[in-house]
């Protein structure tokens, strides 16, 4: 499944009982539990239905206490586990027993009322575990690989014109150049290339280099420019 869709589903309210968001680029990871966060409660629901933990800070007793709670007053109550991968995860190979391990106990049966959703960054889930394939089988996991180099301009461009700004072939392919693939970092820089530029303006080469604080003088292109010439 790809960003767009789990977005759209998101937005749409089609809901699952458990997410894990894993892998190296934390981008999505960050979009999404973001979304869940500010969205998918009120104000007024929140307080009471909503649990932020921290991997390091938390154990998996305290995950599970939280997740087998009922909402109050609201459909739903969410439990979002931030930097998952420090959380102290059983090992959860084939050879376990049945019944043995407390969490793959409630993802093999998660309550529809609650919203459980692990932020497992800077790596991979093990795709061997139990636990990976009882979420992938009542929930939803995705998997956040980084962009090849090649995609990171089209990547912009989408970005863009997502937000309703018209960008010069020319200016994504200068700042995909110069940020590279870090998607985080992309994105915090074309919001601020957004903030100062007008909307019915093409984004340009110039307006990158003025905002984004790309050397005019020492970029490739200059650099290609100053060999044909």
């Not at 984004?203 to 490739?220: A, R, Y």
């Amino acid at each position: 499944m790809n960003a767009s869709v789990v977005l759209s589903d998101l937005k749409k309210r089609k809901f699952k009982p458990v997410y894990l968001f894993h892998g190296e680029e934390s981008y999505y990871i960050d979009l999404f539990s973001d979304f869940i966060e500010k969205e998918v409660l009120t104000d007024a629901e929140r307080g009471f239905n909503q649990t932020v933990l921290y991997g390091r800070d938390t154990d998996m007793m305290t995950v599970l206490n939280a997740a087998k709670r009922y909402p109050m007053m609201s459909e739903f109550q969410v439990v979002l586990v931030k930097e998952a991968q420090d959380l102290k995860w059983s090992k959860g190979g084939e050879d376990e027993k049945k019944g043995s391990d407390p969490l793959l106990s409630y993802l093999e049966q998660p309550l529809n009322s609650t919203i459980l959703v692990f932020c497992y960054k800077y790596g991979k889930f093990d795709k061997r575990k139990k636990i990976y394939k009882a979420i992938e089988k009542n929930g939803l996991v995705f998997d956040s690989s980084p962009i090849y180099d090649n995609k990171v301009s089209g990547w912009i461009e989408d970005y863009v014109k997502e937000k309703g700004y018209r960008l010069h072939p020319g200016a994504s392919a200068l700042m995909a150049e110069y940020l590279g693939n870090n998607l985080s970092k992309v994105a915090n820089e074309l919001d601020k290339l957004i903030l100062n530029v007008p909307k019915e303006k093409e984004i340009t080469v110039e307006d990158v280099q003025n905002n984004i604080g790309i050397s005019k003088e020492f970029n490739v292109f200059e650099l290609q420019s100053a060999l044909a010439k």
